[in-house]
């Protein structure tokens, strides 16, 4: 199955304020392609709390694109592809609100949160933040560089397939009863399944 790994960097708490997006193609079980793009959010708000998550500021996004331009460079080959992202929650709720926004329509796709597979690749673990499991897993991240926290998200799904003996991403659903979300035009269901953390922590699992 081929895949794509998304991350989102916002400037602000709403979730149509992407700033930045980062794509990793997976194809053959393996990375073959890592893009970065910057995003100009419609309202130029940026949150001293975002910015010190990401470094991101107004004047960095002032020249870039807004987000449909940047969409379209990659929508169709999106489409039908397993889309993973590292707490999906949030990063399907930009995407889904930003082209609402935009009024663009939702591509058809599955999705996979990889913090719901961490949890069950690796349960004796006492978090499943992304930079954790990166550390964890020797894998390179520059945290919060959205092209960084894709790519490393990818590397970490195909490090659980291997982890629970599977061949192919396509076959995490059917093994672990993980329930793949699933976003089409109009319509949208959440990612459920794996085991909870055996010590829950406080914030995301970014």
């Known amino acids: 199955m081929q895949a794509v790994a998304i991350d989102f960097e916002t400037a602000n708490e709403s979730r149509t ?3 930045s997006i980062g794509v990793a193609w997976i194809e053959d079980g393996r990375v073959v392609e890592t893009e970065e793009h910057l995003i100009r959010p419609r309202e130029m708000r940026f949150n001293p709390f975002n910015t010190a998550v990401h470094g991101l500021r107004a004047e960095d996004v ?12 990659f929508a169709r080959r999106l489409e039908g592809r397993l889309v993973l992202a590292h707490n999906a929650s949030f990063d399907i709720s930009v995407l889904r609100h930003t082209l609402d926004d935009y009024g663009l329509a939702w591509p058809a796709c599955s999705y996979l949160c990889t913090v719901v597979l961490a949890r069950k690749a690796w349960p004796q673990l ?5 930079n954790y499991l990166a550390d964890h897993l020797g894998i390179a991240l520059d945290h919060h560089r959205a092209g960084s926290d894709a790519e490393a998200c990818g590397r970490i799904a195909l490090a659980a397939t291997r982890v629970l003996g ?3 991403l396509a076959d995490i ?3 672990t009863g993980i329930t793949l979300g699933r976003l089409t035009p109009g319509a949208y269901s959440p990612c459920k399944g794996g085991n909870p953390p055996r010590r829950r922590r406080r914030g995301p699992e970014r």
């Open 17 to 19: 304020s992407a700033c």
């Open 62 to 73: 002032a020249g870039a694109p807004e987000f449909p331009e940047v969409w379209h460079r």
């Open 126 to 130: 006492a978090a499943h933040k992304l």
């Open 166 to 168: 599977l061949e192919r």
């Open 173 to 175: 659903a059917a093994a």
